[in-house]
């Protein structure tokens, strides 16, 4: 896989264009960039289409319209083995759904990304996977429940595993969906904060959709999909 286009920019969008299927048309983004290092807050109402462009972003969804540069691949032009490469060393992603393997347990499932790809666990350096999941589900308060099932966890702890796997081994472009939905304040403010530092130790860029707008004052830039939306802002004329 070479890189592509756009060096200078984290996220480059042009004329990008998704639908599900023969349905309507869910993102219309004439332009978008995003600097190296953001830390940004993406808004907007329910069923605009957030989650739709964080998959798109992480490669999980195609788009054919368009292109897609994420830290300078076109991610439009990749085939669907090379997008999950890319999202496995790259990406850690927060899903709204969690998306946690159910029949493996809180550790295995922060180890997953990993024990996927070599070139993520790499990026441990010197530091053993062991010691860098401890210390991840530390900061998370999640150190008790390493050995249970997820599937006997709160919606609370899944969030966090979900979260602990996301931020393992530093990976660039951080995409989290509502990742703080179902946390009580604590344990929302441990997450941020562990958030902000690990993007910035890393000098990653953040992506983070949240309906609580009032944690958008707590990042670098903010954005809403609605206006980013060509469609939407056509229906507003
Ligand atoms: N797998 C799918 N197949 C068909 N349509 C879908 C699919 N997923 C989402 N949609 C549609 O795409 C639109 C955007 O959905 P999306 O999940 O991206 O919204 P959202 O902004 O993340 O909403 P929420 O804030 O409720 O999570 C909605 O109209 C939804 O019905
Ligand atoms: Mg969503």
Known sequence: MTASGRPGSAIAIESLQ????TGP????IPHLEIAP?????LHGPSGCGKTTLLGILAGVLHATHGSVHVLGHDLVRLSGSQRDAFRAEHIGYVFQQFNLIPYLSA???????CRLDARRRARLGSVSLDAAIRDVASQLDISALLDQQSTALSVGQQQRVAAARALLAAPDLVICDEPTSSLDTDRRD???A???????RANATLLFV??????????DVQLSLP??????????A
């Not at 295995?108 to 990304?113: G, H, R």
């Open 210 to 219: 949240s309906h609580d707008a009032a944690l958008g004052s707590r990042f």
């Open 227 to 236: 206006t980013l939306n060509r469609a939407a802002r056509a229906d507003a």
């Open 18 to 21: 998704f639908s599900y299927g």
């Open 37 to 41: 290092g953001s830390r940004v807050f």
């Open 25 to 28: 048309r869910v993102i219309d």
């Open 107 to 113: 550790y295995d499932n922060i180890a997953l990304p």
């Open 190 to 192: 441990a997450f941020l």
């Open 194 to 200: 562990l958030l902000a530092s690990s993007v910035a």
